[in-house]
């Protein structure tokens, strides 16, 4: 490498390698805090929008009081069980606005029941009016479930590995495996799916609490020219044994969640960050004042504020990249290895794309980079204004 | 015209309130490769004149003119460019950067040579400067390798790298032995004479300030020629 004032900063940053590791580490530490809390925030709120947009449903009706079950079941990946009488289904029909809709019912196999899939979220669907999970279907196996047949969720199967075992066992009775549906970044990635032709013979066998003529919820399409707000109002009005929630009203507990925890990331990383300017400033200020003999010395050698003022900044610049660069791994590395832990992560599943992760990595490089730079920039600016030979008497 | 004319040039320092005249109203006239010395005991203001010439301490009064020009009316940024390619500066003190090879110090003051006075080649022009020093062989030691003298004269050679119409050195030969002493003035007077650099030297020692071609004693801030004997 030719001699520049880049070498001259990286051979600076190496002369007190523990100082220099120390704030390196602050950024680090900083630049992880904001990676970790936007993966977190991101990753939820991108998976909910996901799933509501994915539903194709404008409305949905469930039996009253399980608004949050149904939540749980469509955006999270909990299996939850609600039922209500499927005569609903012929007077929702009659709501004026209504253009389409479809039944679904929801099972959950006993963990330790012998031989079923244990804890499996298991959906029963009508295919003759289904068109919340036909259009994956299609395009995984092109053609309708045979009775007896079910197909697996992408993460059910990832979670389970049914797929290869070619059929599975639920409520007593044998599925076979036809295979498994795209990721559609929904709660219903992790449920088997059946057709509810097969419901007569799962309730036969008795391990399901389901009666007979009994459904979970109703997704409803609005006509074209009708609000589907005023919609789910009026089914709500006329049918008081459910509840009515309009599609872009998903999801509101969970945001609202999501927001205090978003305040409490802010604030954490708003403290970080005032931490790390701190300490940049404190330690950029004792860096000056060791090197105001050699500011001094260059400046009698004919260097000019410019280049006093750069050879700082690429040092700043050196350790801004390098604490978010390592910040941005440790960030990743939390953010993947604890979602697990975090029950929002968990249940919302879905993660991050390529192109939201490299925005996050974007925003740790300019973030840790700009602490660096206002935490110095006051030190630097002191170096610029001392005439030559007072720094090197300063000194 | 003369290279270098200081015109009346004082410089007072003012320590709390007290003001102490370092410099005071000094004029001299200097042409294009003169040799001169500057004598004077510690505290009588040689180093302060220096530096006011050097273009690193500004004046309280009067002008420094370096080939017609006012340095002191000059732009920070042009004052900071005949630093860089007017004057080469030697100091009393060791100024080697302690993070840079002996090479790497050399090649410092390439970065700031205004426009035509970099050294083309900069990297053989800093080992050629070392060889022409005898320090060829400590081309990668870094300062703290290096003796005293040595320090010197890598910082000597510093001073010619981007060729420098006038050499300014304070008390160079300061802590160095005889032998090194006399083979660095014999490098400055082959310098000045082969190269037509003018020549400054400060010191203390009144044989050295003997090889110079005009001698110039300071005394509590006036300055003064003296006439050989």
Known sequence: ?395 | MPQIVIDNTSKVFKIEETEISAVKDVNLSLDKGEFISIVGHSGSGKTTLLSIIGGILKPSSGKVRFNGTDIYGLPEDELAEYRAGSIGYVFQFASLLPVLTAKENLLLPTLFAPNGKKPGTPEKTAGEYLDLVGLKDKINAYPHQLSGGQQRRVAIARALMNSPEALLADEPTGDLDEETESQVMDFFGKVNRDMGLTFILVTHSTELAKTAGRRFRMTNGRFQEEKPA
């Open chain 1, 1 to 395: 490498m030719s001699f520049s004032l880049f070498r001259l900063a990286l051979k600076n940053l190496k002369r007190k390698s523990a100082r220099t590791g120390i704030l390196v580490l602050s950024i680090a530490l900083l630049v992880s805090i904001l990676v970790f809390g936007a993966s977190f925030i991101i990753s939820v709120s991108a998976s909910l929008k996901k799933s509501i947009n994915r539903l194709g449903a404008d409305v949905l009706v469930v039996p009253i009081g399980a608004r949050d079950f149904a939540e749980e079941v469509l955006l999270e990946t909990k299996a939850k069980t609600f039922y209500m009488d499927s005569s609903i289904i012929e007077r929702v029909r009659k709501v004026e606005g209504v253009a389409a809709m479809t039944p679904q019912v929801y099972l959950t196999t006993i963990m330790g029941v012998c031989c079923d899939v244990p804890e499996a979220k298991v959906v029963a669907f009508n295919q003759e009016t289904d068109f919340i999970v036909t259009p994956w279907l299609r395009k995984s196996i092109g053609r309708d479930l045979e009775m007896g047949e079910a197909i697996i969720g992408h993460e059910a199967n990832e979670n389970l590995g049914l797929l290869e075992m070619e059929k599975a066992t639920l409520f007593g009775s044998n599925f076979k495996i036809a295979g498994v549906l795209e990721k559609t970044d929904t709660g219903l990635d992790n449920a088997i799916f059946i057709s509810d032709k097969d419901l007569p013979e799962v309730m036969e066998k008795g391990r399901s609490p389901l009666k007979p003529d009994q459904i979970s919820l109703i997704f409803v399409k609005a006509k074209e020219g009708f609000d589907p707000r005023k919609v789910a109002r009026a089914i709500e009005g006329e049918i008081i044994e459910v509840d009515v929630t309009y599609r872009n009203d998903l999801g509101k507990g969970i945001l609202a969640t999501l927001k205090d925890i978003n305040r409490v990331f802010l604030l954490t990383i708003g403290l970080s960050l005032l931490l790390s300017i701190f300490l940049t400033w404190t330690i950029f200020s004792a860096i000056v004042n060791e090197r105001m003999k050699e500011v001094g010395i260059m400046r009698a050698i004919g260097a000019k504020n410019r280049h006093i003022v750069k050879a700082f900044v690429l040092e700043v610049l050196v350790l801004g990249l390098a604490g978010s660069l390592a910040g941005i791994i440790l960030g990743t590395y939390l953010s993947l290895s604890l979602s697990r832990i975090f029950t929002l992560l968990r249940d919302m599943g879905a993660g991050l794309t390529p192109f939201e992760r490299a925005e996050i990595g974007l925003m740790g490089i300019l973030v840790g980079t700009a602490v660096c730079v206002l935490g110095a920039l006051a030190p630097i600016l002191r170096v610029k204004q001392t005439e030559p030979l007072n720094a090197i008497k300063e000194a």
